[in-house]
Nanobody, 124 residues
Framework: QVQLVESGGGLVQAGGSLRLSCAAS????????MGWFRQAPEKEREFVAA???????YYADSVKGRFTISRDNAKNTVYLQMNSLKPEDTGIYYC??????????????????WGQGTQVTVSS
């Protein structure tokens, strides 16, 4: 059984920073691509960032230049460093894992494992 456990969420003022972590455990290959999605109240879950085993990374336009995704393959952990946070970044942030052959990491359907989410609230 695969588990993805997020941590690091919280309340921060606009302009502040947070670092999210996602630890993977169980029968999951370290070659899996990892992604972050977020969901604001009454909105669809949307793509934030993703990273392949090779460290190739992808970002939503709304977070480019502010967020950085990274991974520690030895620890099966992926991180999301969020800087210059805005109120519109508020939401539940979910970690997800996709097979290494997944082609479009910006698409929810490519991911097979999901975490329970961690709340991020940015106050104005």
């Amino acid at each position: 059984q695969v588990q993805l456990v997020e941590s690091g969420g919280g309340l921060v003022q606009a302009g502040g920073s947070l670092r999210l972590s996602c630890a993977a455990s169980g029968r999951i290959a370290s070659s899996y691509a990892m992604g972050w999605f977020r969901q604001a109240p009454e909105k669809e879950r949307e793509f934030v960032a993703a990273i392949r085993y090779s460290a190739a990374s992808y970002y939503a336009d709304s977070v480019k230049g502010r967020f950085t995704i990274s991974r520690d393959n030895a620890k099966n952990t992926v991180y999301l460093q969020m800087n210059s946070l805005k109120p519109e970044d508020t939401g539940i942030y979910y970690c997800a894992a996709a097979p290494s052959y997944a082609s479009n990491l910006g698409t929810r359907s490519q991911y097979v494992y999901w975490g329970q989410g961690t709340q991020v609230t940015v106050s104005s």
